[in-house]
DNA sequence: GTCTATAGTGAGATAGAC
DNA sequence: GTCTATCTCACTATAGAC
């Protein structure tokens, strides 16, 4: 029986595969910037360990800052697509932050340096000195733009929730912080974390009880 | 009318100053090490900022590492000593907590780089890969001592709450992240939060407003 | 206790061959 | 798209004069 495929072509489709480097560099590089931040990883460190030599990263990223924007870019796209995903708009305020908190408990579970990163960016004057979440002069840096998407998202919940009477009146920005504390420290806090709660912070088993916990918490520090 | 000092000695007495450049050392350190982390902030920087050459760090601290962790150490301590002031055993679990909480929040406020450098030092794996809260084959380093201390009393009194009713059954080392992350956040977020609050995180009505906040939302959340 | 000078290392980035 | 080689610069740390 004559193979139908022409002998020139093989039978993996040759296109659609450049991108494989590049996932890798880019989670190679979300690892080392979470656990030692922007300035505590070399390029060289990166290029090792996707098994690259540390030139070759600049055919990919022109400078270090560009990686470090386009790994903060994936990691708050995907967590904005995950909150996407839950959206439910005919459940009320309660229902919808609990969902809001799942999905970033979840995601953070997933991608475990993400919480590191997040909380990284979110508090280092370098390189980024100011995230900005509202259009000023400059354009918002695409990372800036999820970011402000994430926060806003729960920022108009907590508000309509006030409005309808299922939580007590409180300021919403103050609200945002705690909550993006509670949510976001413990899946940061690495090996104190592990000691603290004594079991791996990553497992199913730890996962499932930090949401519920969390979850428990959050409500009942807004509610009404 | 003659001078009755005798010419060479100074008005000002000459011995007890010798520490002068160590405490301006640890203050721009602490400065700097809080905004960029330590891999980020270059010795150079910290001397020329102090206003000395940047040899003359090492004759005061004699590796970089060194310098981090009395900067650590400082912050931690003034934060235990802080929390030792107000000790007042007579009072129940729920006005300890909120005591706490108090302290904490008005060391932050006061020292402005503490939220951030706290932050840091617990998610990072570097210089210090994992921040021990116990006992093991090593000694202890004096800021871990501090900061189990510091946990150590949160912990004891969120069980006794428990024990006593006043606070519903919940995982304390849970309980102890979500505290920590809801508390220290806040005043780490930087020109984020600025954004967000649309005030400075430090002012005066701003500290005592997040005060509030926070031990509202705290006590609602552990409430039995 | 502070300085100048310098060693030694590793960083980010560029050029150009293949 | 990856490589080798190289540039420039900043870093931690040391040595020794004053």
Same mark, same amino acid.
């Given at each position: 029986m004559p193979d139908p495929r022409p002998p020139d072509r093989p039978s993996r489709p040759p296109v659609l595969r450049p991108p494989e480097s590049r996932e890798k560099i880019l989670e190679v590089a979300e690892a080392g910037f979470a656990a030692k931040g922007y300035a505590g990883v070399g390029l060289r460190e990166i290029a090792a360990a996707v098994g690259l !030599?540390? $030139? $070759?990263?600049f055919h990919h990223f022109p400078t270090k800052l560009d990686l470090y924007g386009a790994v903060l870019e994936q990691v708050l796209t995907r967590l904005a697509l995950d909150l996407d995903l839950q959206t439910? =708009? *005919?459940? !009320?305020p309660a229902e919808r932050l609990e969902r809001w908190i799942d999905a970033i408990v979840r995601r953070l579970a997933e991608d475990a340096p993400a919480a590191r990163l997040m909380l990284r960016a979110m508090v280092d004057? *370098? =390189?980024?000195p100011a995230i900005r979440l509202i259009e000023t002069d400059r354009e918002l840096m695409p990372f800036e733009r999820r970011l402000a998407g994430i926060l806003g998202r729960l920022g108009g919940l907590l508000e309509e929730g006030i409005a309808a009477g299922v939580f007590r009146p409180l300021g919403i920005p103050d609200a945002i912080q705690t909550v993006v504390g509670a949510v976001v420290f413990h899946f940061a806090s690495g090996d104190l974390g592990e000691a603290l709660i004594g079991e791996d912070l990553f497992s199913g088993t730890a996962v499932e009880r930090r949401r519920r916990e969390v979850v428990e918490f959050v409500c009942r520090g807004l509610r009404a």
């Open positions: !030599g540390k $030139s $070759s990263l439910r =708009p *005919e459940d !009320g004057q *370098e =390189p980024y």
